[in-house]
Nanobody
Framework: QVQLVESGGGLAQAGGSLRLSCAAS????????MGWFRQAPGKEREFVAA?????YYADSVKGRFTISRDNAKNTVYLQMNSLKPEDTAVYYC?????????????????????WGQGTQVTVSS
């Protein structure tokens, strides 16, 4: 059984930093796409970043956020710098097979088959 457990969310001031972690079990993350999505109140879930052979970023976070993974720990990270109030959302970790993601598109939530429970990130101005 695949489980994804996020941690590291919390409250930060604008311009500050947070690092999110996603610990995976039941699946070797290096063999799959691993992504981060976020959902703000009243909005649809949106793509933030993903990693497979290379990394992918939404335009809104490019240059501020960095996705990485530690294969030995089977954990994916999202380093978030220069945070803005508009980054406030629940952040979700997701995993999907490479073939499925390739067909659906890395930014499409439906391509990912396992999701974490989410972690709240709140950025104050």
């Amino acid at each position: 059984q695949v489980q994804l457990v996020e941690s590291g969310g919390g409250l930060a001031q604008a311009g500050g930093s947070l690092r999110l972690s996603c610990a995976a079990s039941g699946r070797t993350i290096s063999s799959y796409f691993m992504g981060w999505f976020r959902q703000a109140p009243g909005k649809e879930r949106e793509f933030v970043a993903a990693i497979s052979v290379i990394t992918y970023y939404a335009d809104s976070v490019k240059g501020r956020f960095t996705i990485s993974r530690d294969n030995a720990k089977n954990t994916v990270y999202l380093q978030m710098n220069s945070l803005k109030p508009e980054d406030t959302a629940v952040y979700y970790c997701a995993s999907g097979p490479r073939g499925t993601i390739a067909r659906a598109g890395v930014m499409t939530p439906s391509g990912y088959d396992y999701w974490g429970q989410g972690t709240q990130v709140t950025v104050s101005s």
